[in-house]
């Protein structure tokens, strides 16, 4: 027979999986191994493992990227994304399977870096984080600046002789930060916190010098973008050199091309400064000057009055009017008093004609009795005295006889 002599060696379907198992976890070759292929069949479980096919021309291999390393990506995985992935190669004994279990994975084609870069600035952009609307302007005349920056790097140093030449006034605040490499974002986020927790500068530079794209790529940090974003004091981005652009660039209130145009737009030129207030001070004085020769001019024109050269004048002016009244009101109280008295006399003749004195004077006497008028004599008692009122005076007497007289009615 001819498969006679591998019959005592067959192995059984596990055995052979286990064999390629071995063979295959054990060569290191395998271990640590970089793919390049296209995305497809990609899931992005809810449990943060990433479930994908890796494929190119002719062939496809699985992979899985656990959620402790899909946290790290840079960038979104798409369907039809080509990618390098670093992965190790895992099989399965129970099914005789193999799939790549990815530890990292960057943008293959034109650039990891780039990928990731126009990813991110899509995403915060879609949030609002560059809306124009929510910059805030650059303080006119700062008195304090501070710089987030290398302490030993050239920038720091651009910076701070342009601002000594441009305005020696200013205060510079430095925070030494580190601007490239592994933990750089977070120290630039801490200067940041720095100042709007002590809240002693009045804008703030941000940046470093030129440098290659994965020199500058901390400054493309999600995490910084946020901060740079929230800050209560306005942001100066000044990162590289003028054709290189950095989230920062886009969410900072200013973006600068270097950090030495960072420097000339955080301070106004202290000469051209001089030279307005210089204009303003010579124009406030002529001002003054035209205010003071106006005010004199009114003020001659004022003392030249009549007011003012014969004040007595005023005087005796009021005083003829002042007579001319007095004549006036004297002959109306005049003209009053002697209708008074014309009304007067007139009154008192119809009084003294109604008088029962100047009756008496006519011969007439008025008899009386304790002050009361006798007007008949049946009032009148023998032997009871009564006085008779003559115009003259006045005589007691007692009744002798009386003589009644009778009306007879016609």
């Not at 737009?265 to 303003?280: D, M, Q």
Request: with cysteine; glycine share 6%.
């Amino acid at each position: 027979m001819a498969n006679a002599q591998y019959t005592r060696d067959a192995l059984t379907v596990t055995e052979l999986n286990t064999l390629v198992h071995d063979v295959l976890e054990s060569n290191d070759i395998f271990s640590q191994i970089a793919v390049r292929g296209e995305l497809s069949n990609f899931v992005h479980h809810r449990s943060g493992h990433m479930y994908f096919s890796l494929k190119d021309e002719g062939s496809l291999v699985r992979a899985v990227m656990f959620r402790s390393a899909a946290s790290r990506l840079s960038f979104t995985p798409q369907n039809g994304m080509k990618v390098v992935v670093y992965a190790s190669l895992t099989t399965y004994i129970k099914d005789g399977q193999y799939q790549l279990t990815v530890t990292h994975m960057e943008p293959d084609g034109v650039g990891a870096l780039y990928i990731a870069f126009e990813e991110r600035r899509r995403r915060l952009a879609a949030e609002g984080l560059f809306d124009p609307a929510r910059k805030r302007p650059l303080p006119k005349i700062p008195s304090k600046i501070g710089v987030i920056t290398s302490p030993t790097g050239a920038a720091v140093q651009d910076i701070i002789r342009i601002l000594g030449r441009r305005f020696p006034f200013a205060e510079v605040l430095l925070y030494p930060a580190q601007v490239q490499g592994e933990g750089a974002a977070r120290t630039l986020i801490a200067g940041l916190s720095h100042f709007a927790d002590a809240k002693n500068v009045d804008v703030i530079i941000l940046g470093r010098g030129g440098g290659s794209a994965e020199d500058l790529w901390e400054f493309n940090d999600e995490s910084l973008a946020r901060a740079v974003a929230a800050s209560p004091i306005p942001v100066i981005s000044a990162v590289g050199h003028e054709s290189d652009f950095t989230i920062c660039d886009f969410v900072a209130d200013v973006r600068a091309a270097t950090p030495s145009m960072a420097a000339e737009l955080a301070v106004p030129e202290s000469t051209e400064l001089i030279r307005r207030f210089r204009n303003v001070t010579e124009r406030l004085e002529m001002l003054c000057r035209h205010k003071i020769a106006s005010g004199s001019e009114r003020l001659k024109a004022l003392s030249s009055r009549r007011l003012f050269t014969d004040p007595e004048g005023l005087y005796r002016q009021q005083r003829l009017t002042l007579d001319t009244y007095a004549r006036v009101l004297e002959g109306a109280l005049i003209k009053k008093l002697d209708i008074s008295h014309a009304t007067l006399d007139t009154a008192a003749a119809s009084l003294h004609a109604l008088s029962p004195l100047s009756v008496l004077t006519r011969g007439y006497t008025v008899a009386t009795r304790n002050g009361r008028v006798l007007r008949s004599v049946s009032e009148v008692s023998d032997g009871v005295p009564f006085a008779l009122r003559f115009s003259d005076g006045e005589i007691t007497v007692k009744m002798l006889e009386t003589m009644e007289e009778t009306n007879h009615e016609q």
